[in-house]
């Protein structure tokens, strides 16, 4: 089986960098992705990472390490709007079915 | 482009009864997967559909079944239901089946929110 853990819990102040951990223990997959989820909204795609490395886009970045069994997504230039929940997400091989990570609540203030 | 649509928002149930919720993907998208969402399990995959089959199933008793029909449109049901099934159903939908999706992206609708009294 699969099981991605991530922090519960990470608070940052607006204009700060944050960093959200996604370590993960699969028998193999395809990519690791990012979802945002706001309160009481869905869950929204943010990033792919199909191969080691790092993925840019705009503010955020996503990193993968297969070696590692570790991912991470990198938020810049935090704003209000980024307070949420984040989840990892893998696609393994065998089932084909995307396995969510446990989340993490990002508080982002003043 | 309308986003994925599911209906009703909220319902209130009692344990016992049992519930169909439906799901509309984004037009085009066939495929249409269901997840449940609470506080203490997160996002658990329940069951995927593409072209009106059944491609992939979570861990959950047979009482959650789900079809999809020949619109892409899906329904998701739940019989017997009991307290620990009161969570957030969400639905998802994708242009292809996941197996074959060259990144994760699925586009989820708001959510029915299932109470089960």
């Known amino acids: 089986g699969q099981s991605l853990e991530q922090p519960s819990e990470v608070t940052a102040v607006e204009g700060a960098i944050v960093q959200i951990n996604c370590t993960y223990q699969t028998s193999g997959f395809y990519g690791l992705s990012w979802y945002q989820q706001h309160d009481g909204g869905a869950p929204t795609f943010l990033s792919y990472?199909?191969?080691?490395g790092l993925e840019e886009t705009g503010r955020f970045s996503s990193f993968l390490s297969r070696s590692d069994s570790y991912g991470y997504l990198l938020l810049q230039e935090l704003q209000m709007k980024d307070s949420a929940s984040y989840f990892c997400a893998v696609r393994d091989t065998g089932f084909q079915k995307l396995v969510f990570g446990t989340g993490t609540r990002l508080l982002v203030s003043p | 482009k309308a986003g994925v649509t599911q209906t009703p928002r909220y319902l209130i149930k009692t344990r016992g009864q049992q519930v169909t919720l439906s799901c509309s993907p984004i037009s085009g998208h066939r495929s249409v997967s269901w997840y449940q969402q609470t506080p203490g399990q997160g996002l658990q995959f329940l069951f995927e559909y593409f072209s009106e089959t059944q491609r992939n199933k979570g861990n959950f008793p047979g009482r959650f079944s789900g079809r999809q029909f020949s619109n892409s449109r899906s329904e998701m049901n739940v019989s017997t239901l009991e307290l620990g099934d009161s969570a957030l159903y969400l639905c998802?939908?994708?242009?292809?089946?996941?197996?074959?999706?060259?990144?994760?992206?699925?586009?989820f609708g708001p959510g029915t929110r299932l109470t089960v009294l």
């Open positions: 990472n199909g191969l080691d």
């Open positions: 998802a939908s994708s242009l292809v089946f996941s197996g074959r999706a060259s990144n994760n992206e699925q586009f």
